[in-house]
């Protein structure tokens, strides 16, 4: 439950983070047979799928590590019907991973 919150935590704060940036959030947790995508946004006519890892720390390596050769071949096939059923095949596309690294340190001074 823990890990579901702090996944939850993260892709909201990389969807203001992309808002900050001027990206227009098209999607939250868009789901399809093949596959999930976490955040799908677009900035000057590029669609933007985005994987978000969130840890607390680093001890099992850097989150985007996490996203091995099975969840990019998902993420794509996500993103061509994501693509195909909104009718947006003349758009150049990106994949992108944020990382983000949430810890509290108690006692801290």
Do not use: W
């Amino acid at each position: 439950m823990e890990n579901i919150c702090l996944g939850d935590f993260g892709e909201r704060m990389a969807a203001a983070y992309l808002e900050e940036q001027d990206y227009m959030i098209l999607e939250r947790n868009f789901s399809c047979r093949l596959g999930e995508i976490d955040i799908i946004a677009e900035k000057d006519g590029e669609i933007v799928f985005v994987e978000v890892k969130t840890r607390s720390s680093d001890e099992f390596g850097r989150p985007s590590e996490a996203v091995g050769r099975t969840k990019m071949s998902k993420i794509r096939k996500a993103a061509t019907i994501f693509m195909l059923s909104n009718k947006l095949g003349d758009h150049k596309v990106r994949f992108d991973v944020m990382e983000l690294f949430v810890n509290q340190i108690e006692g801290a001074f």
